[in-house]
């Protein structure tokens, strides 16, 4: 529930604070570089996550009980698993 509230008070708190400096970018270079620009970023981002994340059960330090308790609240998926077809 923490992780939750963390990411969507982060929505919001980024929001207030990053508002103003998109209206500048978009008062000083056009609409466009504000999609760019959050665009750019998002990408960025998202290269860094597929470059530092890994699975729970590859963390260095992570315990079998931490991996257990993970596991028991539905925290990792089975890739292995059958898919199920209707």
């Known amino acids: 529930a923490s992780a939750v509230g963390f990411y969507t008070s ?3 708190v980024g929001l207030a604070f990053l ?4 209206i500048w970018i978009q008062e000083m270079l056009s609409w466009h570089w504000v999609f ?3 665009g750019g970023i998002g990408i960025i981002w998202s290269l860094i996550w597929f ?3 890994q699975p729970p059960r ?3 330090g992570i315990s079998k009980a931490e991996l ?3 596991r028991d ?3 990792l998926v089975d890739g292995d698993a059958p898919v199920k077809k209707e």
């Open 19 to 22: 508002t103003p400096l998109l």
């Open 10 to 12: 982060g929505q919001f």
């Open 73 to 75: 609240g539905g925290g």
């Open 36 to 38: 760019i620009v959050t």
């Open 68 to 70: 257990d308790y993970i």
């Open 58 to 60: 590859l963390t260095k």
């Open 51 to 53: 470059k530092v994340y």
